[in-house]
């Protein structure tokens, strides 16, 4: 079993800034990739950013600029800074996690987080 969890959301006004963190524990022989999804009232769940193994990195066109993402392997923990918010960026965010898990043989599992909510004043 892996579980993710986040913190960091909040209640910020526009301009300002949050972090967020993920940090992945229990059964967890590596992970291969790590990223932020997030969901707005009444809209599907999207891609924010998401970053691998390696350090390459992918961002949503309307973040790029904003938001960076980062992890720390030694700590299975993803971050994600965002600035310049904006009220458009309210949602729940979600961490996600691909995970190759330490069974014999290893499989990859996909894990999503419990969501954080983020919420941008105007």
């Known amino acids: 079993q892996v579980q993710l969890v986040e913190s960091g959301g909040g209640l910020v006004q526009g301009g300002g800034s949050l972090r967020l963190s993920c940090a992945a524990s229990?059964?967890?022989?590596?992970?291969?990739?790590m990223g932020w999804y997030r969901q707005a009232p009444d809209k599907e769940r999207e891609l924010v950013a998401a970053i691998n193994s390696g350090g390459s990195t992918n961002y949503a066109d309307s973040v790029k600029g904003r938001f960076t993402i980062s992890r720390d392997n030694a700590k299975n923990t993803v971050y994600l800074q965002m600035n310049s918010l904006k009220p458009e960026d309210t949602a729940v965010y979600y961490c996600n996690a691909l995970v190759v898990v330490t069974t014999t043989p290893k499989y990859e599992y996909d894990y999503w987080g419990q969501g954080t909510q983020v919420t941008v004043s105007s």
């Open positions: 229990g059964s967890i022989f590596s992970i291969s990739a």
